[in-house]
């Protein structure tokens, strides 16, 4: 039987990942990817819960998690192609203008 | 039975998929991996009853913004291999594995799981597409609205931002408007 | 009658808030006017009052309610009985004919607005002193004159030894004051309330060693205002203030604030007449002593100190024998011959450019007649010679001694009335007869301006007339005070009466007859007994010695230890404790998305454990 324990740890495995990439990747777009596998983590999570509670809030959540995450990637596509243009690279490293 | 299997199927095909994302050197096989694994997600989806989740799922992640990634990736030069030098490896693991066991402690916890009670209960008789429907319609209609705001806002900012001389300058210039006059 | 008890407390304070406006300008003549005006009127209400009081009985009135705190309750109330109007008479009094004088005195000083403002003040404070029901009243108004007199006394304050006079008047009177706070906890502590009738209504169930303890801490307090052994050394230092200042603080009301707490406290020193006794045996070494300092001091100003130093022991001794109206007594009469002594010593030191050293002057009678009558008058006031008001005051403190058979005391005071004698006519001998010496040094000395001489005669009256109304002032103070019966045998007292007038005349007859024909010789300035008198018996370099040196000595441990070492290193390490994290988490903000990835994961987890181990549900 597949409880909602067995969901939710592969949420936490997913996230993790997610996390792994997010601290490891140095070029922008991978790190862009990144996000989006902690946004898909979180809504297998959603609507596992969302399905052994009986409830559909957890799929309204993670319907509009899809919406969010469809128009961050474009604001953020559009910077990203603006600071390209400007600096000619997608590093990291290259973006350390404003060291405190 | 067909739900266990499945369910061990895409749990492993997705964090390999992830796996790849997060690890792979390639940038395409980081993109292409991704997309694989959105799909994977909505195989998760459609275990799940929840049918038109699904769907969506398909139809913005893997179709529209694994499409932009790709376009996106296309700008970029992004044929050389991805050199990175990760520093400081065994924090970032570290962290990451800490955070996973808390999450899943969080989450697990048998006083968490057990005073949750539904608010919006589904009804067994009607389709996963039409309660989703109601719901969207009834109960969540502002946030609709605004989410579809928040999409328009999106869209002009993502085209603002893309279009060809707009890190130069957003205004026309005197004289260029008295070129197009005359052009005119 | 309440507008009048008002009027008189609060006239000196408006006067001097009024004068502190002008103080910072230079000198403008209507401020000693306005003063002098307020100060008048606070005269005439103390006046009127005096006569309510004598028709009606005593006045009480609360102002208002000051500290209700738990038990605590001390109410701003003023009392005007017998003892307290008759303070207020004598105090308002000299306080007129100082402030009036002072116009003339200041007159070229800079700082003239500044000083009234000061003086009324002190009237202020010494107002509140007398005029208050209950002890801490008392204390405030006895702080508020320590702080006016150290003001005056370092009014000058760019003169070095002014100011260190002024803050030695101060630290001794600090010193005193302590003693006065632990006798103010005791009865608190007893009794429960500061109020002069709850505490003296129950002084009398009291155990008798405490109240002994209560009665010497008391007076402790008061041989710090009044100057007694050992804490006197400020007293004649104190001279450094302008010589109205000396007048007024130091001879009629300051210094007589130490008499006024024991008589005050009558009922309860009446109960414990071992402590009376010492009070009164301090009180008559004193007496002799500091008249024996007297005798050689060549200081103008000194010298009436030391004078006003001895009276106060002849007071203490009256009020340490139980006489409280007599030591009252002897206190109104001595405010007025002292003032007149100081204010003409003013005079002096005017004619003379400020000099001091009586042995500079002489022969003064040809240039300042007024001021030399005066001063004359004044000191046979002093001496008590019959029909003078000091013959009445003192020759009774010589009966209460008697009476009490404390011989040995009336033999102290029977000598010191003797050195009184001959150091008030030394003095008037030396600087208004002999060799003119002056000559010598130039100076051209002229009598003071009209007005102020006609300020100064009222005190001459006073001094001359007041004895006559000892009976009406036994009658008036004894309605509050103990009646104090002297059982002597009429033959013995007039026996008694005539010996000390005897010993008195003989002490001015031989000043006048040393200082007619020169004084005494100068091979006697040498010697042993000299020195010993005229460096005061070297009390104030043992001071020095053993008491100030080991105490700076241990302020300077103090301070480059202690308070440098470790209270400043202690605030400097947690400012830089603080300075220290802040730049070390600076390097937190690198601006490598990266790391800041990092930090928000970071932060997440510490969230998250707090969310398991806080967890504020069910």
Not at chain 1, 40 to 66: E, H, P, R, W
Not at chain 3, 229 to 238: C, M, Q, R
Not at chain 3, 331 to 345: D, E, N, Q, R, V
Request: hydrophobic share 55%; charged share 15%.
């Amino acid at each position: 039987m597949i409880t909602l324990t067995h969901y939710l740890i592969l949420t936490g495995i997913l996230f993790s990942i997610g996390l792994v990439g997010v601290m490891r990747r140095t070029n922008l777009l991978m790190l862009f990817f990144s996000t989006e596998i902690l946004l898909n983590a979180i809504n297998i999570g959603f609507v596992a819960v969302s399905k052994y509670y009986g409830d559909l809030t957890g799929q309204m959540f993670a319907f509009f998690i899809i919406a969010v995450a469809a128009s961050e990637v474009a604001v953020g596509l559009g910077l990203l192609i603006l600071w390209y243009k400007r600096n000619g690279s997608v590093d990291l490293n290259s973006l350390q203008m404003m060291k405190g | 039975m067909f739900e266990i299997i499945a369910f061990y199927i895409f749990a492993a095909l997705t964090i390999g998929m992830f796996a790849i994302v997060v690890m792979s050197r390639n940038a395409l096989y980081s993109m292409s991996a991704l997309a694989g694994g959105m799909i994977f997600i909505s195989g998760f989806f459609f275990i799940l009853d929840a049918e038109f989740l699904g769907v969506v799922q398909i139809v913005v992640y893997s179709g529209a913004i694994m499409a932009l990634y790709a376009f996106g990736m296309m700008f970029f030069d992004t044929t050389r291999d991805v050199s990175e030098k990760m520093r400081s490896k065994k924090i970032a693991y570290t962290l990451s594995v800490i955070s996973a066991i808390l999450v899943v402690a969080i989450l697990c916890a048998p006083l968490v799981s057990e005073n949750i009670q539904a608010s919006y209960p589904s009804m067994d008789n009607v389709g996963n597409v039409q309660m989703i429907g109601i719901v969207l319609f009834t109960k969540y209609l502002v946030p609709f609205e605004l989410a579809a705001i928040m999409l328009l806002v999106a869209m002009i900012a993502g085209i603002v931002l893309a279009s060809k001389k707009m890190d130069e300058y957003l205004a026309i210039e005197d004289d260029e408007v008295e070129e197009a006059k005359e052009v005119k | 009658m309440e507008k009048y008890l008002y009027t008189a407390l609060f006239a000196p304070l408006v006067s001097s808030l009024f004068v502190a406006i002008f103080a910072a300008r230079p000198k403008m003549l209507f401020t000693g006017i306005v003063a002098s005006m307020l100060i008048a009127i606070s005269m005439i209400s103390s006046f009127v009052l005096l006569i309510d009081v004598n028709t009606y009985g005593p006045l009480h009135v609360t102002m208002m309610d000051w500290i209700a705190a738990g038990n605590l309750e001390i109410p701003f109330g003023f009392v005007v009985d017998e003892v307290s109007v008759i303070m207020m008479v004598t105090v308002t009094l000299v306080s007129t004919i100082v402030h009036i004088y002072s116009i003339g005195y200041m007159d070229h000083d800079k700082s003239f607005n500044r000083f009234f403002s000061y003086l009324s003040a002190f009237v202020f404070s010494m107002m509140i002193l007398v005029m208050s029901d209950n002890f801490v009243g008392l204390f405030i108004g006895w702080e508020g004159v320590g702080l006016c007199s150290w003001l005056l006394i370092g009014f000058w304050y760019h003169k070095h030894s002014a100011s260190w006079a002024a803050n030695e008047a101060f630290i001794m009177n600090r010193i005193a004051d302590l003693g006065m706070l632990m006798g103010l906890f005791l009865i608190y502590w007893n009794v429960g309330s500061f109020q002069y009738d709850d505490v003296f209504a129950s002084v009398k169930g009291m155990d008798p060693v405490l109240l002994a303890t209560i009665g010497m801490f008391l007076f402790i307090g008061a041989m710090g205002k009044s100057a007694q052994f050992p804490l006197h050394t400020w007293l004649a230092d104190a001279m450094e203030g302008p010589t109205p200042v000396s007048a007024l603080i130091h001879a009629a009301t300051m210094v007589t604030a130490g008499v006024y707490l024991v008589i005050r406290c009558g009922e309860l020193y009446s109960l414990i007449p071992e402590v009376g006794f010492a009070i009164a045996s301090l009180g008559a070494f004193v007496a002799v002593f500091a008249a024996s300092m007297a005798l050689v001091n060549n200081d103008l100003k000194r010298i009436i100190a030391y004078s006003t130093l001895s009276q106060l022991g002849y007071m203490f001794v009256a009020a340490g024998l139980g006489a409280y109206w007599i030591a009252l007594f002897h206190l109104m009469t001595h405010a007025f011959f002292k003032s007149l002594l100081f204010l003409g010593a003013g005079n002096v030191m005017h004619a003379m450019h400020d000099e001091l050293n009586i042995k500079k002057m002489g022969g003064l009678y040809g240039s300042m007649k007024a001021t030399a009558i005066l001063m004359s008058v004044a000191s046979v006031a002093l001496a008590g010679i019959y029909p003078f008001a000091g013959f009445f005051s003192k020759d009774k403190i010589l009966e209460v001694a008697f009476n009490e058979g404390a011989y040995f005391l009336w033999f102290a005071l029977f000598i010191g009335a003797g050195l009184t004698a001959f150091y008030s006519f030394r003095l008037v001998m030396l600087v208004f007869f002999g060799e003119k010496e002056y000559v010598k040094y130039g100076l051209h000395p002229h009598e003071a301006q009209p007005f102020v001489i006609y300020a100064l005669l009222p005190l001459g009256l006073l001094a001359v007339i007041a004895g006559f109304f000892e009976h009406t002032f036994e009658g008036f103070v004894t309605r509050l005070l103990a009646q104090y019966e002297i059982h002597i045998e009429h033959g013995t007292e007039v026996l008694l009466i005539a010996g000390t007038l005897g010993i008195a005349l003989s002490g001015i007859a031989f000043a006048v007859y040393m200082y007619r024909r020169g004084g005494f010789p100068k091979s006697w300035e040498g010697s042993f007994g000299y020195k010993l008198l005229s460096n005061q018996y070297y009390i104030p370099k043992l001071y020095e010695l053993y008491i100030m040196r080991p105490f700076s000595a241990l302020a300077t441990f103090a301070w480059q230890k202690i308070d440098t070492k470790i209270v400043d290193f202690t605030v400097d390490l947690i400012a830089r404790i603080i300075y220290s994290t802040g730049q070390n988490a600076r390097k937190m903000q690198s601006g490598n998305l990266s790391d800041m990835l990092r930090w928000m994961i970071v932060g997440m987890i510490v969230l998250l454990t707090l969310a398991i181990f806080y967890r504020p549900m069910v």
